[in-house]
């Protein structure tokens, strides 16, 4: 990435508990950007939002107006009460230089199931409906076109190009994040996934990377259950996963 100044905002949507080793999580994250930039004379962290007690799509309008509301700010990042994030996830998201670039999690009680999903199923009565992705490459960022809204970054550039309400409950049917995923992809960006940023998900057990590992050793035709991106390198990885 260039070396310019870029000006990101560290937002997440707090609507239930607030999970001590998450909130951690996120101290070190904005910790460790802010340092990082610093050092490396990149821009700033300029800003923080957490929401409290509103509705999960009404929260992510609302710190996204905040954001655009302010030109100063280059980049938003969003992430929820429930992620636990590692403290380089801002960095590494920002070094991709994509429009949309997300680190990679586990959905709670998903047995292993990453927050991915390809915008394949097609349905009059439910557009924003999404097929979930079962394998992808463990190496090297690759596009998707849900990597979720646990632990993402936007360019200021990419609300331009949609519509109001950002983010909405689809029908009540399904989540904001295929709410707003399907807009991205009708409005052709870009959206990637980095495997180098591997978060976990808390509730009363944490939901983490070692969860598909366990569930790709045990059921082989787990895989192939689903999406599957990135096949060679992920055939490449599996063998290695089942061997090892």
């Known amino acids: 990435m260039e070396n310019k100044d870029v000006n990101v905002v560290f937002a997440s949507t707090a609507y239930g508990p607030l999970w001590a080793p998450a909130v951690s999580s996120w101290l070190r994250a904005v910790g460790y950007a802010s340092r990082h930039f610093t050092v490396s004379h990149l821009g700033l962290l300029g800003g923080v939002g957490v ?61 292993g199931q990453p927050c991915l999903f390809q915008k394949i199923l097609t349905s009059k009565e439910n557009p924003w409906v999404h097929s979930p992705v079962t394998g992808f490459p463990l190496t090297e960022p690759f596009r998707v076109d ?79 259950s689903g999406v599957i991106l990135g096949t060679t390198e992920r055939d490449r990885c599996q063998a290695e996963i089942v061997e090892g």
Request: hydrophobic share 40%; net charge negative.
């Open 146 to 224: 849900n990597p979720g809204l646990g632990c993402v970054l936007f360019k200021r550039e990419v609300f331009a190009k949609l519509e109001e309400p950002y983010f909405d409950l689809a029908a009540k049917k399904y989540g904001s994040d295929m709410y707003f995923y399907s807009k991205v992809k009708w409005a052709g960006v870009e959206c990637w996934a980095h495997p180098g940023v591997m978060c976990d998900q808390i509730d009363y057990k944490v939901e983490q990377f070692a969860d598909y590992l366990k569930r790709m050793k045990e059921d082989p035709k787990y895989v192939g």
């Open 51 to 111: 929401s409290d007690r509103q509705y999960t799509h009404a929260s992510q309008n609302a710190l996204a107006k905040d954001f655009l509301d302010d030109e100063r700010f280059t980049h938003l990042f969003f992430t929820e009460m429930d992620m636990i994030l590692p403290p380089d996830a801002i960095v590494k998201l920002l070094e991709l230089d994509k429009p949309i670039a997300a680190g990679i999690y586990f959905l709670r009680h998903g047995n």
